[in-house]
């Protein structure tokens, strides 16, 4: 159990009003496009108007005559200092600036750079590129054709195959399959869709002539990993290169990658000897930076009569556009999408995911997830409606049936996992009867009978967050360990910094409340600091929900070994021994006399001028985390639709939202990152698709065709939560972040499909838009 | 980007008049709002170019027109063409096949364009396209109508006038527009 700590200390379980947004709230944040530096000049990327084409030449003299232009870059200039390529996170090259041919549209092909923006952009209007059309290939299903184009000749293996990764015993799998008396499967393809975070990619690279210090503001998730791939690419000694993530306007893993425009910014700056900005616009952050899913999934569930679930199989096309620029750790091809059993029981289980090329823009980063945890999660819940429609069983009651018990925890799952807690049943049975789920299908049935369309929509999701431990995890050989320096200076105030970094998660609130809860120091009196790779100690950084639990735990176990020091010196000053001495959020007191006792601030001033015989001064400490587990958040969310039937259009009435992150450090933030989360679930069912013509042409390239939810077709979020603390995380948190993202695309789908079941409507792809539905029912006859 | 167009539009003149027209393809180049043949190869091949503006990105294409069917006899005409942007934007590709039937009332002109756009423009869908390939049908339609009565009156054909690109887009836009917002989709005109 947590200590209740009282509201002027504000520990965990307070709803601390978020410390970041006065500055926000009032305009001051400080985002990369708000650094101005004396001198500083502007980029601006010439993009590909071709999916797939030869580059015949680049003539830049028009540009370079635009006044104010000082530099074009192009391909071969960089391929002169051996930078047309870059490693990606995963295994693969990306070319920074084409060189030869192209392989996406709105692939970078030049570099301008000006005085003013404006030029830049005229400028790089009149770079003229000759390009020659080569065969395009859109369709992943047509990747490993015979006549298939090779889009990757510069690869050893002449193939569009980028990797084949199964898990699971397939033999047992099929064996289970063979001897079911039930079987069901499901094809669902989860659209390609992009993170579009409000402030878009960019960065300012300010390479000092006279130090030879390369400084870098950096839209970047991960600013030290990306200090140390910029020096091993980039061949600049580590330390001098700093890079800041300031301000950070959303993320949700479009800023973990590193992409050609910052690259082309450093260079220039390195050319130039001053300060390139480069920002991109709304479309080329849509159409060229790390886009999300993607995945062509078919499940099949073997099971009993009676509805116990006996073997899962699963098969999955990736399709990673031209290059595989996945942000994935290192030993997991396909992410953790074998978290694909969720939070059922199933004796056997077998997973197999093949990537490909295609001529698209590269990625298949984490959209608020951990690595492919969405999409399995939409895949098991999408087959358990569908096995319960096949069984003619309540959708709840399956799940119910087939829920790993509260007892069974630690759970070892079929495809190696190991499920640190959990109770599954207590989420669903809060949601359902928050929903009045046996009076919703009631009102159903009714409905139907008068030939009306409602559906009831759930997902009983399981999370798998907190990457993670040394011995698996790792990016680009980074372990992904994360960490915490805490400063307490003699006044008792403090200064914290962390390897991770806030893009909105309210990390200025949440980790000083941490340390109030384990110090007793005000929240108000601590300063946290992130994002300066000079100042803070080494981490990966924040995605994946994996800052509660990563550096969450450092900040903790930081706060103990100051509280262990505090002891030593409050032991001092009360001239008792250490082991007379009690702890409650704020002080020492010796046992039995309360009254004896020394506050954190008094202990903190000692520590600078009365410090104890033999003893370092200061009261400081650091810790480099490595959690022994992931953490598996979970919770069941119903959602409940009414359909028109003339015309399609979906309503989404109700939406219940049962949540379990273990222990909360904030419920205010907790229930944010519901509500942001579930919006976004809501954009990417109904919305959300970036798609490309069969000439590759991006058809979601733009906010008018890439919407994005607003209050108008949002609904209000009911929502409530049970608690099952992580047992092996120092303050039993899990993460929370990326859980209504990954759980709630189900629910919705779910709901729709339901409310057109006894039509005999299985599956749906996203997104769901109004005529998709009236295209079904004028096929059933249902609309006019 | 494909799309089909299909457009019909009936003149008040004998078929084989229009005919005579429809056939030649340096008239029918000349009623296309902002194109020109700039060279004619032999007979059935010429170079051409076309500037179209659509939103922000304008776009000068030089390509070459083929005539790739005459059938006298259906009074049918097959034209293909392809081009590539100036700048490396876009490239598009078109087969036109126009037909003449004679009515009572004069002749009905049915045209079908297979339309291919890659690149930069592809990206405003199929909305723009269509919109702005009405407005550029609607001009050509006036071009049409008024050089076939020009040829009563006259001998010599009149200048080809340059086409208002902005305005044709202003036009398509405001159609799109009012198509989203509500308002009448009929007035042709620009805001």
């Not at chain 1, 379980?13 to 709230?25: A, C, I, N, T």
């Not at chain 1, 232009?69 to 391909?75: E, N, Q």
């Not at chain 1, 001098?240 to 910014?265: E, M, T």
């Amino acid at each position: 159990m947590i200590q209740q700590t009282s509201p002027e200390i504000g520990g965990m379980g307070h709803s601390v009003k978020r410390k970041e947004d006065r500055r926000f709230l009032l305009g001051k944040g400080n985002y990369v496009d708000d650094i101005h530096l004396p001198h500083m000049v502007y980029g601006q990327l010439v993009r590909s108007p071709f999916a797939h084409a030869l580059i015949k030449s680049v003539n830049t003299e028009a540009a370079m005559r635009v006044p104010g232009v000082l530099a074009v870059i192009t391909g071969e200039d960089l391929a002169k200092a051996g930078l047309a390529w870059m490693p990606t996170l995963f295994f693969d090259k990306q070319m920074v600036l084409a060189t030869g041919k192209v392989l996406f549209q709105s692939q970078e092909v030049a570099f301008v750079v000006a005085e003013t923006r404006f030029a830049a952009a005229d400028a790089a209007e009149l770079v003229e590129v000759d390009y020659e059309e080569l065969p395009v290939l859109v369709d992943p299903h047509h990747a490993l054709d015979a006549d298939a184009p090779i889009l990757r000749p510069d690869r050893e293996e002449k193939s569009n195959h980028i990797f084949h990764w199964e898990v699971g015993d397939r033999a047992a799998t099929a064996k289970a399959f063979e001897k079911a008396p039930v079987r069901t499967e499901v094809t669902a393809v989860f659209q390609r869709c992009h993170p579009a975070p409000l402030e878009t990619c960019g960065c300012v690279a300010d390479f000092n002539t006279a130090t030879e210090r390369l400084t870098v503001w950096l839209t970047s998730q991960a600013p030290h990993a990306h200090r140390t791939l910029f020096a091993l690419v980039g061949g600049i000694p580590e330390n001098n290169i700093r890079v800041i993530s300031p301000d950070i306007g959303g993320g949700f893993g479009n800023k973990v990658p590193i992409y050609p425009g910052y690259v082309c910014a450093v260079v220039a700056s390195l050319k130039l000897g001053r300060p390139v900005k480069w920002v991109e616009t709304r479309s080329e952050n849509l159409q060229s930076t790390g886009f999300a899913r993607d995945y062509h999934m078919r499940a099949e569930i073997a099971s009993e009569s009676d509805g116990t679930v006996k073997a899962l199989r699963v098969q999955t096309l990736a399709d990673h556009g031209a290059f595989n620029a996945a942000a994935q750790p290192t030993k997991f091809p396909a992410g953790l999408f074998s978290i694909c059993t969720g939070s059922y029981k199933f004796p056997n289980a077998f997973c197999e995911v093949d990537g490909v090329y295609t001529n698209k823009a590269p990625g298949g980063i984490a959209y608020r997830c951990s690595f492919r945890v969405t999409e399995a999660s939409y895949l098991i819940e999408r087959a358990m409606d569908v096995l319960a429609y096949q069984l003619n069983t309540d959708p709840a009651e399956l799940r119910l049936k087939n829920f790993i018990r509260p007892d069974e925890f630690p759970y070892e799952t079929p495809l190696g996992w190991s499920y640190d807690s959990g109770n599954y049943a207590a989420a669903m049975n809060k949601a359902l009867e928050i929903a009045g789920y046996r009076e919703l299908r009631k009102e159903q049935e009714e409905k139907r009978r008068r030939g009306e369309l409602m559906g009831i929509g759930l997902s009983s999701f399981t999370e798998v967050v907190g990457a993670g431990p040394a011995h698996t995890f790792d990016i680009a050989g980074l372990k992904m360990f994360d960490s915490c320096e805490i400063r307490i200076h003699p006044t008792g105030k403090a200064i914290a910094r962390l390897g991770t970094k806030s893009q909105g998660q309210g990390h200025e609130t949440t980790f000083p409340q941490i340390i109030a809860q384990e110090l007793g120091i005000p929240v108000s009196d601590i300063t946290l600091e992130e994002g300066d790779t000079d100042t803070a100690p080494y981490g990966l950084g924040t995605y994946a929900s994996r800052s509660t639990p990563v550096a969450g735990g450092a900040t903790s176990v930081a706060s103990r070994k100051i509280r262990e020091k505090a002891r030593k010196i409050a032991a001092h000053l009360l001239e008792v021994s250490e082991e007379d001495l009690e702890w409650e959020p704020g002080k020492f007191f010796v046992k039995g006399a309360p009254s004896k006792a020394k506050t954190i601030q008094e202990i903190a001033f000692a520590a600078y001028t009365n410090i104890p015989p033999g003893m370092e001064a200061g009261l400081e400490a650091v810790d480099y985390y490595d959690p022994p587990n992931l953490t598996f958040p979970f919770g069941t969310y119903i959602c409940v639709v009414d359909i028109d039937k003339g015309t399609g259009e979906i309503k989404v009435r109700r939406f219940i939202a049962v949540d379990d992150c273990g222990n909360i450090i904030n419920p205010m933030i907790v229930e944010g990152q519901i509500h942001g989360g579930l919006a976004e679930g809501l954009g990417i069912a109904f919305m959300q698709l970036i798609s490309y013509d069969e000439s590759g042409n991006v058809q979601g390239g733009n906010f008018m065709d890439y919407l994005l939810p607003t209050a108008v077709e949002t609904p209000y979020w009911e929502t409530d939560k049970t608690c099952t603390p992580s047992p092996h995380h120092p303050i039993g948190a899990k993460g929370v972040g990326e859980s209504p993202n990954v759980g709630s695309p189900a629910a919705f789908v779910n709901a729709v499909v339901d409310a057109l079941s006894h039509l005999g409507v299985r599956h749906i792809d996203m997104p769901i838009a109004s005529w998709k539905v009236w295209q079904i029912l004028k096929e059933k006859g249902v609309a006019a | 980007m494909a799309v089909r167009i299909e457009k019909s539009f009936r003149v008040p003149e004998p078929i084989e008049k229009v005919w005579a027209l429809l056939k030649d393809p340096r008239a029918v180049a000349n009623f296309v709002p902002g194109a020109k043949i700039t060279e004619a190869l032999d007979d059935r091949n010429f170079k051409g170019a076309i500037s179209v503006k659509v939103g922000p990105a304008v776009t000068d294409f030089k390509g070459e027109l083929h005539v790739e069917r005459v059938d006298e006899q259906n009074h049918e005409v097959q034209l293909d063409g392809k081009g590539q942007d100036i700048r490396g934007k876009s490239s598009a590709s078109m087969k036109l096949i126009g037909k003449l039937n004679a009515r009572d009332d004069g002749t009905e002109v049915k045209t079908v364009s297979e339309v291919n756009v890659v690149g930069i423009l592809a990206q405003f869908g199929g909305r723009m396209i269509y919109d702005v390939s009405d407005v550029m049908f609607r001009e050509f339609v006036k071009r049409f109508q008024e050089r076939l009565q020009h040829i009563e009156t006259e001998a010599e054909p009149g200048p080809s006038e340059p086409v208002n690109a902005a305005k044709v887009v202003s036009s398509a836009l405001s159609r799109s527009v009012r198509r989203v917002f509500g308002g009448s989709d009929d007035s042709g005109e620009g805001f």
